[in-house]
């Protein structure tokens, strides 16, 4: 292929450009955002970085998980089978046929002295 004709470096710059909206991203997360805030705004760039959607999200509040934000319409079946993923994220299969993927993200704890 010839360089700068598409093809290799169209999907080269395309990736660049992704990868650069991540750490955009990633940079907003880190300015003193609360929980729900940060949650957001990863729901909200989630479709300028893929083909992808938001279906739920959802914040641990007492040790059970709180759908956000809180206002949403329950899903209960949705809401039982992500209660039930462990930290690693995993496939959901939806009736119907509908498939997701859940990601959990965690953060870590600050230490004093950092």
Not at 42 to 60: D, E, F, I, K, Q
Not at 74 to 79: I, Q
């Amino acid at each position: 292929m010839t360089a700068g004709i598409g093809g290799v470096d169209g999907w080269a710059r395309t990736q660049l450009s992704n990868l650069y909206g991540v750490f955009v991203l990633s940079m907003k997360m880190f300015g003193g955002r609360d929980a729900a805030k940060i949650l957001a705004l990863a729901a909200t760039a989630v479709p300028s970085l893929g083909p992808c959607t938001v279906a739920a999200t959802y914040l641990v509040a007492g040790g059970a998980l709180e759908r956000q934000p809180s206002d949403r319409p329950p899903d209960a079946e949705l809401d039982r089978i992500v209660s039930q993923i462990d930290e690693h994220g995993s496939g959901v299969a939806l009736p119907g046929g509908t498939w997701r993927w859940a990601f959990p993200l965690r953060s870590r704890p600050v230490s004093p002295a950092a």
